[in-house]
């Protein structure tokens, strides 16, 4: 073959990067803003997305939420309570400074130390981090968790020794993007390539994320051309950007699912009685509640989607027996009818009043009382809810999460039974939930887990409702590919052409 028809894959991968380089900045819109850019005060979806294109984990989830490489290019466990992660060479903070384990150490050290530092959450069950060489990191845990690596992708790497304010407003990570000046909050953040970046060039140039910003003023915006990407859920803004016929819709069936929880607290509540609950479960129409929703929402038949480890594909969406459901009211005692009260946070009021129509159909009167999200989640957390529709997704791409932490007995030194807001019990539910996290290997674990999600579906611990799907509004100039968990990444837009 002549040389001169000879490529070699990098010099192809270099010429396909060029030709799909965006060389205008974009302006992207996105729902809410962080309150600063440190990579740790925060743990809302806007602190996370926006700080993750500024740093990175050792172990980032992929597209399809599979832990992979990042920071760190390998790992292994000599034993169960024990993590030896082998650090990425030649990467570069933006400030041009070398990333090493003591970087790692820093950050590790940093949220262990603070308890006012929301990511701290993600590395709970660590008991010590050391630094045997400056390319190779070792955590110690107090018990097994082979979620861990998982875990990682939200605890985000800074440059040792940052200080606090510049935490806040100058971002210094080795991330894909870098913020072109001080950010004040509120206002759009440009952000432009990381020149030195070790990893695949994002195909954006340069953007300017903005957040917040008033639907009237976005779709006064919309026909001079000026956003490449929206995630906004006003009307407005969807109509403005529909009729301009330059933006698509990409939907994105995302993690979390909408759902009934109950709460198991007073001995006497008719709730404690699984007749009961399974009469609530079978008098749902699933499909009617998610159509009232929206036409994109998806109904639900069990507790995590495809995306998720544990997920049981022969598993359908159950349809509704309201003859069965009176029937086992009648057993309960309650044959004249049952007055409930539920509870939501702020939206879900589509959703709640299906629910409570649906319910009145076998003679269940159901009040839905709506509670500021603040006042709803504190209240949740104490255990003084009963009977509640809210969201919930295992972040970790892996079903043993939503076990370990809403479904097993509360255990604060074995870190189980955290968010089990209805305070469940079932003893031998929490013995296999133990045994599951002794299993290192996904596909064990996986296997071991998914007769466990179906146990705790059979005692109606939560009933599960439907996945509603995101929309986000693309100039039809770009390609964007969304993320099973939902997060905003800008490194997947990029020029359709």
Known sequence: MSPRLTFSTAALAALLSLACDSREPVDILLPAAPADLDPHRGSSVAAYEVASHFYEPLVALDRRMRPGPALAVSWHNPDALTWVFRLRRKVRFHDGGEFSAADVIWSFERLLADPALDARVHLAGVSDVSAPSPDEVVLRTAWPMPLLASRLHFVLIARRGAAP??????????????????????????????????????????ATLHFSVPPAKIAADLPGGRFALLRSGAPEVAAAARATGRFAEVGNANIFLRHIGFGF??????????????????????????AAVSPTAEPAGQLVPAAILGHDPERGVPRPDRARARALLAEAGHGGGLDLVLHRPNGYSRAAAAVSAQLAEVGIRVRVEPLPS????????????????????????????????????????????????????????????????????????????????????????????????????????????????????????????
Do not use: C, K, M
């Open 265 to 290: 607290g007073p001995p006497d509540h008719p709730l404690r009685d699984r007749r009961v609950r399974e009469a609530i479960d079978l008098a749902l129409d699933r499909a009617a509640v998610a």
């Open 374 to 497: 603040p006042e709803f989640f504190a209240r949740l957390r104490r255990g003084e809810l009963r009977f509640w529709l809210v969201a919930t997704g295992a972040t970790t791409g892996d079903a043993l999460e939503l076990l370990e932490a809403a479904f097993h007995s509360r255990d604060a030194e074995l870190g189980l039974g955290l968010e089990n807001h209805g305070r469940f019990q079932d003893p031998d539910l929490d013995r296999a939930i133990e045994a599951a996290r002794t299993l290192f290997e996904s596909q064990a674990r996986g296997e071991a887990v998914r007769p466990l999600l179906a146990r705790v579906l059979d005692a109606r611990a939560w009933i599960p409702l439907y996945h509603d799907d995101s929309r986000t509004l693309v100039d039809r100039g770009f390609r964007y590919q969304p993320r099973a968990d939902d997060y905003f990444r800008a490194t997947d837009l990029e020029p359709a052409g």
């Open 165 to 206: 304010a510049d935490l806040r407003r100058r971002p210094n990570g080795t991330g894909p993007f870098v913020a072109r000046a001080p950010w004040t909050p509120d206002a759009p953040l440009p952000v432009e390539r990381h020149a030195a970046y070790w990893g695949e060039r994002p195909a954006l140039r340069a």
